[in-house]
């Protein structure tokens, strides 16, 4: 993880997906399809749900990159 901040270099999807920075890797054909899908079910969530669930997301986020900087 290191080099991957420190060398501020591209990383492919595979690399992504193995330090937990994504959560799925799709092919291009079906790219459009997953996106549909997301959509539909993000927006299907109750809206105080989602952004109680978007605030603790981001507050888990920030204490992680807190942690590594230090």
């Given amino acids: 993880m290191a ?3 420190y060398g501020c270099g591209e990383i492919g999807a ?3 997906l ?3 920075l994504i959560n799925h890797v799709t092919k291009h054909d079906d ?4 996106a549909i899908h ?3 079910r993000i927006s299907s969530y109750d809206l105080l749900f989602f952004a109680y669930t978007k605030k ?3 507050k888990k986020w920030k204490r992680n ?3 590594v900087c230090r």
């Fill in 38 to 40: 997301w959509a539909k």
């Fill in 3 to 5: 080099e991957l901040v």
């Fill in 31 to 34: 790219l459009l399809d997953m």
């Fill in 18 to 20: 193995e330090y937990n």
């Fill in 56 to 58: 603790i997301m981001s």
């Fill in 65 to 67: 990159l807190i942690g």
């Fill in 14 to 16: 595979l690399t992504a």
